[in-house]
Structure formats: structure tokens, C-alpha cells
């Protein structure tokens, strides 16, 4: 219960925030298991667009999240494991034991979707940066699985890198149609294809 009423509360104030809205341009809010694979350029993101989804989607879509930021804290342990039920993984130095991959494939084995941003890390709110490898082998492990591109709009100016507070700016989410490996197609071609597929979104 408490989860829950958190949970609407952060939701109603990032929208109130940013005016957070969604914007459905390749696909349709659908209970299909999805993987959202979006731009990162600020600490709101998963939270702005975890928040558009509809309420039945949300609960079913879980954030994959940086171990080295969201562990630090109770209240953020708590946010990201309880509220959010987020998937929490090493991006460097990782075991056999806490191997992201297994924990995304675990997670989407049990039917929940995902939110993942394949940069790997936070940009700068200019150009996407190369994926790393995570979203291609998610593919090729699940091939019934949407790869949904969604693009974030002006979020890196609400939180930028290094804020410690966010700026009330209009925001939206753009979501495109699915991307899947092609026949025959390399690791490096599905994934600047992928990131393209991104990019389109900024101005459609």
C-alpha cells in the first residue's frame, strides 16, 4: 500500500514537473511484453517514462538501473527496488553471479517488460551515443519480445548531468515502431540501426 500511494505521487509530480506526456507514433499502448529502449541524458528519464505509460502497462514495466547510483542510500534502495521494482545491475566489473544480461532475461522470462537505456550511461542531451551490446543479445535471446524505441524529449534539461535539483520544463515521449535483427544482420548494424531508429524520433 504504501508502495503504491509513493508511487502516485511521484508519477503525478514528474508530470506536474514536466508535463510529461506520451506521444505514440510506430506503435500503440498495448499489454504485448516490450522492451523500451530510450535515450539517457538525465536522472528523470526512467522516471518520466515510466510515469506515461498507462497504469496497467507501468506495473508491468520494470527499469533497468545502475547499481553504482541506485545503491547508494536507503531511500534509494527503496525507490528502485520497491516503488519502481527496478532491476539493479553492475555496469562494470560484473560476475557470473550478477551478470546483467541473465538478470534482464530473468525478468522478462517471468513476463514483465523493461525499460533499458542501451548507452549504458547518462550523455549530455546532444547526440545519442554508441549502444552497447545488451539490447542486440536481448534480441537474439528473445525474438517474441517488441523492441520498442522510445525517445525522450528536453528531460536532460530538467536534471542535467551533475544538478542536484530539477527545473520544471515541458517534456514528452516519443514511441516508434519495433526493431528487430534483420537476416544476416552483425551486432554493430542492429545496433546503429537501433540507435537510428532512435534518433528518427527526435523530430517525427
Not at 115 to 139: C, M, N, S, V
Not at 188 to 193: V, Y
Request: charged letters at 25%; hydrophobic letters at 45%.
Amino acid at each position: 500500500m504504501l508502495e503504491r500511494l509513493i508511487s502516485a505521487l511521484i508519477t503525478g509530480s514528474i508530470r506536474l514537473l514536466t508535463g510529461a506526456q506520451a506521444r505514440w507514433i510506430g506503435c500503440a499502448p498495448t499489454t504485448a511484453q516490450r522492451v523500451y529502449f530510450a535515450n539517457h541524458s538525465s536522472h528523470v528519464d526512467f522516471v518520466l517514462l515510466w510515469s506515461v505509460l498507462p497504469p496497467a502497462l507501468r506495473r508491468r514495466t520494470r527499469p533497468v538501473a545502475a547499481k553504482d547510483y541506485w545503491a547508494r542510500g536507503a531511500m534509494r534502495r527503496f525507490l528502485i527496488h520497491r516503488v519502481f521494482r527496478g532491476l539493479v545491475i553492475e555496469r562494470t566489473g560484473f560476475h557470473r553471479d550478477d551478470n546483467p544480461l541473465a538478470i534482464m532475461l530473468a525478468a522478462l522470462d517471468s513476463g514483465d517488460s523493461l525499460i533499458l537505456f542501451p548507452e549504458g550511461t547518462r550523455g549530455r542531451g546532444g547526440d545519442i551515443q554508441p549502444f552497447k551490446a545488451g539490447l542486440f543479445h536481448l534480441a537474439e535471446a528473445c525474438p517474441d519480445v517488441e523492441l520498442i524505441p522510445a525517445f525522450i524529449d528536453n528531460a536532460y534539461r530538467v536534471m542535467p548531468k551533475g544538478a542536484a535539483l530539477p527545473v520544471p520544463l515541458l517534456c514528452s515521449v516519443a514511441f516508434g515502431k519495433p526493431v528487430r535483427p534483420g537476416d544476416g544482420e552483425s551486432k554493430p548494424e542492429f545496433l546503429e540501426r537501433s540507435r537510428h531508429a532512435l534518433l528518427e524520433l527526435e523530430t517525427a
